[in-house]
């Protein structure tokens, strides 16, 4: 054991980097370390693992036990630290090795950051003992809370801590290979392939439409009764399922007509188990011959002859491959940047629903006393597939009559005899919605029983109750999905399925999870008589493509994830749809900023003076003092800035040990993502709607004042100052928006111009409920005086505090529009994408830009014959409309050349789409398997997110029907503050009634609400308020959803809550 000693002190730099003490600690006896040490050892991790190594080892030096460096090395083994166990052990060559692979790593560690999703690659790295479980658990809750992106940062740091730097190098290459990223691994390593050897799949005859294994691929198929003549698959891998351990290449799609459709076989990658010592020595003799990688990345980028010579193109194309990767990639970092103003792009109304888009039936027309649904040709021409059985996405243009398209298939569909019951699922995002369309298959389809279930509805959870007796059910996808997670019913009890809007079958939305699970019924499980697929859009739309190419493959996804290869599109009778679709001419205008704003250099100015307060808060915090210091935006007026305070305040709340700092910086934060929200604003709005907005913002603050710290008090100041002056400028004549003055004018002009036009209605679309709000009552108060009434129109509201409108005032208002009492509404993207709005001849979209299917749908809006879009934005949004513009043309060319593909090669490609998902899924399913299995009862504390006062135990928390997280401690009203909640009302949940929010009455901090049981008051809270500490290594992390928490919290029913509050 005196080698270990003596190696320690020889490498201890690199045990302090690679070992994390918590690991070890309590593998260690309390002869070496106490309960007081290994306390401080936790303290200490919470805010830098290497102090806390540095801590652990200083222990060993000053113990005396004996057998302490046996010790260590049995933790150590029994941690899973072999190359640390080795290097004290028997001294191997380290330093030079060791800093190579992991410097070269680092050198394109932007690019890995970018294209890897770490998620992908877990299961290989842990199979070859890169990482372990505690890793791959530590890894995936950081990539489910914060993105990829960020959990790629973590892998990195994980990645050389087990491993020699030889073996756990290849290995990842091998794992990015098996993720598809060959073109990452070329930029790494340019000599890789040819010492590998890889060699490409012989292609064999697979029988027509199945695997080897018999389980049905078909994606041209939905229900199994109905046969479809396919030409025989004879260029198809095998699509057996036997090894699914990790995703496949993501991107098969690189020549979307090329039959051969090379990839190559795992089994090929030479030495997946064993370390290949050529090819590290060619990668340092021949690659990087001076072992200085201080010039690599440049040398390699400047030099791609290397890439050119051994694969023609494809050095050239490197850059608009790793695009590529990057668009294929779900990062959620992006979408967490979410609009400061609550867009209402991901509002629960904000589907693409396009009922009123379509043409009507003529009413008289009846077949014995019921509508009659005659279809022009090309809508005939749109259900020709379907008809067949063939599962299909139905894509034409809004106002083309998509849904009675689906009305015919659906009346069709049930009145073919079969062997089975014949039931149709149609399903929309959306209440509202799927209502509307509900009421179009009671009036039009009268002879069939149809039912409509919603969130709402007690019945939502027991759809088995209605099967026998229906004809169509129609609901939205999750209810559904809820269903089949409670194996209350099956895939196979529906013959048919509609997804209205089915370009949401994407990433992790409720269409794509459902039918994620038609595709592991249908691969893995060999489920029978699984129901023929049909979705309908008006714009399939392009991802993150930024060509053609990239195009076809992020269409073909969907097409895979919807289990079809055919896109019925509109050819044979393209100029028939052209009489009934309307094309509304489209003007920009340019928006102009004040000639001296003088609000918007106020608020800049506050901003500042609470910047600095935060770099004071953060100069002594190790986790945050570069953050805050080298990597603040310099655009305080961004969407950027933004994100960046949301990031510093998730890292204040987890790791800053000072419970005032941490406190200091989350109210700075506020502070300042607040200004951010009130300049942009500023550029669209008046002055006095900026004051309205921060009052109404502060209000808190105003209120919780004689709770405040003294910098609390010092900031409140910052913002009364800025409301005082914000005050005098309002009365400055040269202060008001001159986009405002235009957006009126123009409106009047229109609507009571020359040709004056009675049956004028207008949209207008803005970015943020509180500018809807507030530009609705600015141009009511203006226009009313020529009679032309302004309405707003926005979503329901996402959480209790939000200013939404319920079901019952949105129909009002649309009810109104339609028949003239309202003249023009201002709505969110609920409106364009969400509700049936009636027919209109102008639309404006006031600085608000969405992408290709947003324009398209908002186009769409505007379908009076001689209609208008105009596009008002500033120069930013006028160009992300450009490019909204230049990708729904992209999107219609590749729509195009995917008709043009030969069907055997498309159905392949769809193959291996489906089978990365399949894999991907089953990824999943393991990791939330673990982690369920892994939460513990108890073992954790909550502290108020904001001033960190220890709230409650985890063993005096209870949940309600899954989802209310009610505390049980009689102490908890000693800790907390009520006002009268401002909209109470009864909930789904019989007895309970909202009562008064909940406040902590150190801080203010807003924790959740009372319900009212039987004249019980039951204290629920909201995990987003919440810091959690668990009660074992006193670490703190935060959590936006109590079911992403590492420990169980038991369930109970209301009579057990009521016992345990009485007591």
């Known amino acids: 054991m005196e080698n270990i000693e003596a190696n320690l002190k020889r490498h201890r730099d690199l045990v302090v980097r690679h070992l994390k003490a918590t690991d070890i600690s309590l593998k260690l006896p309390t002869g070496i370390i106490t309960i007081e040490e290994r306390t401080e050892l936790n303290r200490l991790a919470a805010t830098s693992q290497a102090l806390a190594t540095e801590h652990i080892l200083d222990i060993l030096d000053k113990s005396k036990e004996p057998g302490k460096w046996q010790a260590f090395s049995e933790a150590l083994q029994s941690a899973e630290y072999p190359y640390l166990l080795e290097i004290l052990k028997s001294t191997p060559k380290t330093g030079k090795d060791e800093d190579y692979y992991l ?76 993720d598809g990223h060959e073109d990452l691994v070329d930029l790494i390593d340019p000599c890789y392939f040819s010492t590998q050897k890889l060699e490409p799949i012989t292609e064999g005859k697979v029988k027509q439409g199945y695997t080897s294994s018999g389980a049905s691929w078909d994606g041209c198929h939905g229900d199994t009764e109905e046969k479809e003549c396919v030409m025989e698959d004879s260029g198809g891998p095998d699509i057996s399922t036997g090894d699914l351990a990790a995703p496949l290449p993501s991107n098969p799609l690189h020549d979307a007509t090329d039959e051969s459709f090379k990839v190559y076989k795992r089994e090929n990658i030479a030495g997946a188990d ?36 051994r694969k023609g193109d494809k050095g050239k194309d490197l850059t608009r491959n790793l695009q590529t990767k990057k668009s294929q990639l779900n990062l959620s970092t992006e979408d967490e940047a979410a609009d400061s103003h609550q867009s209402e792009s991901e509002n629960d109304l904000a589907s693409d629903y396009e009922s009123s888009d379509e043409e009507k039936p003529k009413p008289h027309q009846l077949e014995h006393g019921n509508p009659l649904l005659n279809l022009r040709n090309y809508q005939l021409e749109l259900a020709e597939d379907a008809l067949c059985g063939k599962n299909t996405i139905i894509c034409a243009e809004t106002g083309s009559g998509k849904t009675w398209v689906a009305l015919y298939i659906v009346k069709k569909h049930l009145e073919s005899a079969g062997p089975r019951k014949k039931l149709v699922a149609f399903m929309a995002r959306t209440n509202p919605l799927i209502k509307q369309q509900h009421q179009r298959f009671v009036k039009y389809l009268p002879n069939y029983t149809t039912k409509l279930i919603t969130g709402d509805s007690e019945h939502s959870t027991a759809l088995d109750i209605f099967l026998p007796d229906c004809d169509i059910i129609c609901f939205t996808p999750q209810i559904l999905f809820n269903n089949l997670e409670k194996q209350t019913v099956s895939l196979s009890d529906f013959s048919l399925m509609i997804l209205d809007e089915c370009h949401h079958t994407k990433k992790d939305e409720a269409y794509n999870r459902l039918m994620r699970k038609y595709l592991m019924a249908k691969v893995k499980n060999n489920v029978p008589n699984l129901p023929q697929v049909l979705g309908l859009t008006a714009s399939i739309g392009v991802g993150k493509s930024t060509s053609d190419d990239e195009a076809v493959d992020y269409i073909i996804s969907v097409m ?41 250099k106020r608020i800049l100015r506050a901003m500042i003076d609470v910047q600095e307060k935060l770099q004071d808060a953060c100069l002594f915090e190790e986790c945050l003092v570069d953050m805050v210091q080298s990597k603040r935006p310099r655009d305080l007026n961004s969407q950027q800035y933004t994100q960046w305070a949301k990031n510093v305040e998730r890292i204040a709340a987890s790791d800053v040990g000072n419970p005032e700092t941490s406190r200091l910086i989350i109210s700075c934060v506020k502070y300042l993502s607040t200004f951010n929200e009130a300049l ?29 710290t003294q910098e609390e008090r010092e900031l409140f100041q910052i913002i009364l100052m800025v409301q005082k002056d914000l005050g005098e400028y309002n009365r400055s004549k040269d202060q008001k928006n001159p986009n405002l003055e235009t957006m009126s004018k123009m409106l009047q002009d229109m609507i009571l111009g020359e040709n004056e036009d009675q049956e004028s209605r207008a949209l207008v679309f803005v970015k943020a409920r509180a500018t809807c709000t507030a530009l609705a009552d600015y141009l009511d108060g203006i226009l009313s005086k020529e009679n032309i009434h302004v309405h707003k129109l926005t979503g329901k509201a996402a959480t209790p505090g939000d200013e939404g409108m319920t079901e019952a005032e949105q129909t009002e208002t649309l009810n109104k529009f339609a028949s003239g009492e309202y003249t023009v509404l201002v709505s969110t993207s609920v409106g364009g994408e969400g509700i049936d709005i009636p027919d ?77 998902e399949i894999s991907k899924q089953e990824f999943r399913d393991r990791v939330l398997e673990k982690q369920i299995n892994m939460k513990r009862k108890g073992q954790f504390k909550l502290c108020c997110y904001k001033c960190s006062v220890e709230v409650v135990d985890g063993e005096d928390l209870r949940v309600l029907k899954g989802s209310y997280h009610v505390v049980v401690d009689k102490e908890f009203k000693n800790l907390i503050v009520t006002k009268p909640h401002k909209k109470p009302n009864e909930r789904k949940i019989e007895g309970l009634k909202k009562s008064d929010k909940i406040y902590c009455k150190k801080c203010g901090m807003d924790w959740g609400i009372f319900f009212i049981y039987n004249t019980l008051p039951l204290p629920t809270i909201k995990c987003e308020s919440f810091k959690v500490r668990n009660s074992e290594d006193g670490k703190i992390s935060t959590y936006k959803k109590w079911l992403n928490l590492p420990f169980v919290i038991e369930p109970c029913e209301l009579s057990e809550i009521t016992d345990l509050l009485e007591e």
């Open 680 to 708: 942009e604003l500023n550029s669209l709005l008046g002055i006095s709607d900026v004051c309205r907005f921060l009052a109404r913002k502060f209000n808190p603050e105003s209120e919780q004042k004689s709770r405040h």
């Open 840 to 916: 209109c001849n102008i639309v404006i979209s006031y600085n608000y830009a969405g992408n290709e299917i947003t324009k398209i749908q908002m186009t769409g809006r505007g379908r009076k014959k001689g209609g208008t879009n105009i596009v008002m934005g500033y120069e930013k949004t006028l160009d992300v409309d450009k490019l909204s513009t230049y990708k729904g043309a992209m999107m219609y060319r590749a729509m195009e050349s995917i008709k043009k593909i030969d069907p055997r090669s498309l159905q392949r490609k769809i193959k291996l789409f489906q089978k990365e």
């Open 103 to 178: 410097k070269l790593i680092h050198v394109f560690a932007n690019e890995l950051q970018q294209c890897v999703v770490p998620m992908h690659i877990l299961p290989y790295l842990l199979s070859k003992g890169v990482i372990n479980q505690g890793d791959v658990q530590e890894i995936t809750a950081r990539q489910l809370n914060f993105g990829p992106q960020l959990a790629f940062l973590l892998l990195l740091d994980l990645l050389p801590r087990r491993q020699k730097p030889e073996i756990w190098y290849q290995h990842f290459l091998k794992g990015l290979l098996e």
């Open 274 to 309: 064993t370390v290949v010592k050529p090819f590290t020595d060619n990668l340092t003799a021949s690659c990087y011959p001076n072992n200085d990688l201080r010039e690599v990345k440049g040398d390699l980028l400047q030099n791609m002859n290397i890439l050119d010579g």
């Open 560 to 600: 895979a994830n919807l289990d079809t290869c055919k896109l019925s599109t509109v050819e044979k009778y393209r100029e028939e749809i052209e009489k009934y679709i309307s094309r509304p001419k489209e003007d920009k205008i340019k928006m102009k900023d004040r000639p001296d704003d003088l609000c918007k």
